[in-house]
């Protein structure tokens, strides 16, 4: 199995920064993306960043420019820099991890919610 913690998370003022840190551990073999998504109350989760077992990396046009994703494979760890917050920026942020076996299988952690206040 694997287990995915978050952190990181808090309460800011639009126009601060966050980063938000994933440990992985586990079984993190096979692993062909990591992600994170976010949610707030009443709509569906949504993708934020994405960045691939080659390093290639995806943001959702909201925060495209403002938010950088990033790993450190040696520490198991993906990080989610998080610049000039918006109040919309508010939600609970995922972690996601998908790997390969047979099909392609994604693992989700807790969560940890970032609040920016205006």
């Known amino acids: 199995q694997v287990q995915l913690v978050e952190s990181g998370g808090g309460l800011v003022q639009a126009g601060e920064s966050l980063r938000l840190s994933c440990a992985a551990s586990?079984?993190?073999?096979?692993?062909?993306?990591m992600g994170w998504y976010r949610q707030v109350p009443g709509k569906q989760r949504e993708l934020v960043a994405t960045?691939?077992?080659?390093?290639?990396?995806m943001y959702a046009d909201s925060v495209k420019g403002r938010f950088t994703i990033s790993r450190d494979n040696a520490k198991n760890t993906l990080y989610l820099q998080m610049n000039s917050l918006k109040p919309e920026d508010t939600a609970v942020y995922y972690c996601?991890?998908?790997?390969?076996?047979?099909?392609?299988?994604?693992?989700w952690g807790k969560g940890t919610l970032v609040t920016v206040s205006s």
């Open positions: 996601n991890l998908k790997r390969r076996l047979l099909g392609v299988i994604p693992y």
């Open positions: 586990g079984s993190i073999s096979s692993i062909i993306e």
């Open positions: 960045i691939s077992s080659e390093g290639s990396t």
